[in-house]
């Protein structure tokens, strides 16, 4: 079985779902078969791969129906065999998500459709909703660990806060579950805030921080508009570098 990570903040805006999309293709582009899964009924990690025009089935499917096999697109190749898949979403996993609640082993669903795909992927990534419902608890029970985007910012310690808490709570269901690493997202150290809050992080949460930073860049931006990853915009060479150091780390910890 593939190790799991969910790309979790209860914040919006921090950055997950570059993360999830860049982090992903970093780690196929290093050799290794990838699964992304987009657990956001927004769908911007579908859109950020231009393919939310193009998928007949999405995980709603899956999640809501137990004989519905995970639906997959590819949607990038690496070097040596390295593959990017990607479960797609879009509007209708608002809608599953009030479904599953009246669902028996609601919160394990995510969790048994991803047990079907056995070993054939390296890694899973889950990009997960900015907020703690359902869809966040499922990803939360099938993951084993937890990457943490957050901005450097006062309030965004808050966040970090609450969804501490909400793994110490989702612990009772999934007791494997810990946090991989938190990363500094989106940030601008020519402010004296964000140095201040990074600075404090790396004191308060030490190691768990991840040495790569990934600052503010517009061809991150770019890219997600365009629906491509960062690798794929003209100019982006310096951001794309900063995800393949962190595909680095995330291996090493695993």
């Known amino acids: 079985m593939a190790g799991i990570i969910a790309v979790a903040n209860q914040k919006g805006g ?34 950020s791969f231009g393919v939310q025009d ?15 096999r995970l639906p997959v697109v590819n949607v990038r190749n690496g070097q040596d065999g390295g593959r990017l898949d990607l479960a797609p979403a879009n509007a209708t996993l608002a809608a599953a998500e009030s479904s599953l609640s009246n669902k028996l082993g609601r919160e394990f669903r995510l969790r048994d459709v991803l047990a079907t795909t056995g070993d054939q992927y390296k890694l899973v990534l889950i990009d997960t909703p900015p907020s703690l419902g359902l869809l966040t608890v499922n990803s939360l029970v099938a993951a084993s660990r937890v990457i943490v985007p957050t901005e450097a910012r006062f309030f965004s310690l808050q966040g970090l806060q609450g969804l501490e808490e909400t793994i110490a709570e989702v612990q009772y269901l999934n007791p494997t579950l810990k946090i991989l690493g938190i990363l500094l997202s989106k940030l601008d150290r020519r402010l004296r805030e964000e140095q201040t809050v990074a600075n404090y992080l ?53």
Do not use: C
């Open 14 to 47: 921090v950055g997950k779902t570059a993360t999830t999309a860049n982090l992903g293709t970093a780690i196929a582009r290093l050799g290794y078969r990838v699964l992304i899964v987009d657990m956001d009924p927004q769908g911007n990690l579908t859109a």
């Open 54 to 68: 193009k998928v007949d089935h999405t995980i709603a499917d899956a999640l809501l129906d137990r004989n519905v």
């Open 202 to 254: 790396r004191e308060h949460w030490g190691e768990l921080v991840f040495n790569t930073e990934i600052g503010t860049n517009s061809k991150i931006l770019e890219a997600a508009s365009s629906g491509q990853p960062v690798y794929d915009v003209q100019g982006g060479t310096k951001a794309a570098e900063l995800y393949g150091d962190l595909a680095r780390e995330v291996l090493e910890r695993g």
